[in-house]
């Protein structure tokens, strides 16, 4: 297993840019499948981007074109990097890991971690 700390996360207004950083500690991180998630208030938890061991990219479509995820295998590190920011993005971002991309992409990974609250204000 791997324990995962995200940081990153703040204020900024519409049209601006954050990245997001998702420390792993533990033992084998360059196996793990990796994913961005987002819950806002009163809203079910839902996927943001995806990232595969073998660097295979997948975005929800409200994210497209806006948000990059890439990970620092040397540095133990998820980034997603998120540009032209709303107020519909405000919300609380994790990441998860699991050695199933399957598990990843559907929200039933083995670990996560506990959040960074991003706000967008108009």
């Known amino acids: 297993q791997v324990q995962l700390m995200e940081s990153g996360g703040g204020s900024v207004q519409a049209g601006g840019s954050l990245r997001l950083s998702c420390v792993a500690s533990?033992?084998?991180?360059?196996?793990?499948?990796m994913g961005w998630f987002r819950q806002a208030p009163g809203k079910e938890r839902e996927g943001v981007a995806f990232l595969s061991i073998y660097a295979n990219t997948k975005y929800a479509d409200f994210v497209k074109g806006r948000f990059t995820i890439s990970r620092d295998n040397a540095k133990n590190t998820l980034y997603l990097q998120m540009n032209e920011l709303r107020p519909e993005d405000t919300a609380m971002y994790y990441c998860?890991?699991?050695?199933?991309?399957?598990?990843?992409?559907?929200?039933?990974?083995?670990?996560w971690g506990q959040g960074t609250q991003v706000t967008v204000s108009s």
């Open positions: 533990g033992y084998g991180y360059s196996n793990y499948n």
């Open positions: 998860a890991a699991d050695g199933l991309y399957s598990k990843v992409t559907a929200g039933r990974a083995d670990n």
